[in-house]
């Protein structure tokens, strides 16, 4: 879901609250920034207790100081990702924004326990290219102590980072700013030390296949289809892709849908169409809740989306697969092959991308806002970003020898279903 909603808003040409530029006016600026996070973002209250309140008076007061609009604007997209929400972004970007996770990311780290840690590389990128693995300690980031280079996309909005801060800004960090390589001192689990500059995540991805979905036979006798979604859930050929993918996998004793490769996301009508190829009735894939509604009138507004039968039908057990490099969409599309499908699901932990998005002009500053106003959640009431997997997995692109540690997770469980139809299933499977 893609809504534009520009909020109207005079601001004064020549009021004297101004920063040096026509048409700028830093307090009324920062108000419709303020105004609209606290109306319409869905998971405002994420941070906890009173947390958010705080973060956004340290943020105006620095942001009714500042000299020029580009310097308004930063505080703004500094103040967004104190949230640590993939979805909640400002715009417009310049060369020292840092890179979109995780669209334009290949590398996701963690602290804990005073370590800065890789837990996720992804496939085919030249992190892994360069050997980057799961477990690889970070030291520093263009030559800044690790703390100082977690701290630095927050700015001075938010000079004591939580530990979920710090994992978030340590993420930021290692994929560099937008178009830039980046140059990160790491250590190896023997204790060896590596300095890499490796070049931007959004230039560094080897070339791909050019389908829309990638079809491949797997297992011992190839008796196993595996479905690749190629990034491309946004694109609505994918249906007529993926219908002609399972048709040419009509035979299969088990099918893989590898949902891997989909940070971008996607839409509901390509989402609903996957869905439809595993069920015999409509069935809940996915429930929506708008806080906007229930703040403005005291009316809760909570809708349930369905997915319906599309031929051809495939009625074989299915696996999921999934991890950091599955986002938005791609989620969605997990809980509803999971909830609606009964599909088994094995992978890491997802992009966590919050909500549904809508966008949002902002006349007063001239920046854009992309938010989740929706709240999303499986049928039987897990908020989607907490969905964990039937069987979790720590990596889900690549593990620390460098396989791929997903995928003979999958066709291990197809052959036990196969063989002897024992294989372990999600309550409520239909499969």
Known sequence: MALVIALAFFV???????????????????????????????????????????????????????????ELRRFMQQTALTFMDPHLIVGPFDEQDFSIIYSGADLRAAYAEGRYEIVEVRR???????????????????GQPVRQAASLPFGDVLPNPSDAQLSYGITLAVNGRRGQQRRVLFAKPDGKQVELELPAPSKGRQAGPSELVSVERVGKSK?????????????????????????????????????????????????????????????????????????????????????????????????????TWTGSMGEGLVIG??????????????????????????????????????????????????????????????????SDPLLPLAIWYLERAARDRTAPRRRGSST
Do not use: C
């Open 12 to 70: 004064a040409a020549n009021d004297d609250n101004a920063v040096q530029e026509p048409g700028i006016d830093t307090a009324e600026a920062w108000e419709e920034f303020e105004r609209l996070l606290r109306s319409h973002y869905a998971y405002f209250d994420r941070l906890g207790g009173d947390s958010a309140d705080r973060q956004l008076a340290r943020s105006r007061k620095l942001a009714l100081a500042a000299e020029t609009p580009d």
């Open 124 to 142: 085919d990128s030249h992190a892994a290219g360069a050997d980057v693995r799961p477990g690889w300690r970070v030291l520093s980031v263009d």
């Open 337 to 402: 092959l999971d909830a609606a499908a009964g599909a088994y699901t094995i992978g890491s932990d997802m992009g966590d991308l919050l909500g549904a998005l809508w966008n949002f002009d902002l006349p007063a500053s001239g920046a854009r806002i992309d938010m989740g106003v929706e709240k999303l959640f499986h049928p039987d009431g897990t908020p989607r970003e907490d969905y964990v997997a039937d069987l979790a997995m720590p990596h889900g692109d690549i593990g620390p020898d460098g």
């Open 223 to 323: 008796g196993f289809g595996r479905i690749l979604i190629q990034n491309s859930l946004g694109d609505n050929d994918t249906i007529a892709a993926f219908d002609e993918a399972i048709a040419r996998l009509a035979v299969a004793e088990g099918l893989i849908i590898d949902l891997r490769n989909t940070p971008s996301g996607g839409n509901t009508d390509v989402a609903r169409s996957i869905i439809g190829h595993f069920l015999t009735e409509p069935k809940p894939y996915q429930v929506h809740t708008i806080p906007a509604v229930e703040r403005e009138l005291g009316v809760p507004r909570t809708f349930i989306e369905l997915a319906s039968p599309r031929r051809p039908q495939f009625r074989g057990p299915v696996v999921v697969l999934h991890g």
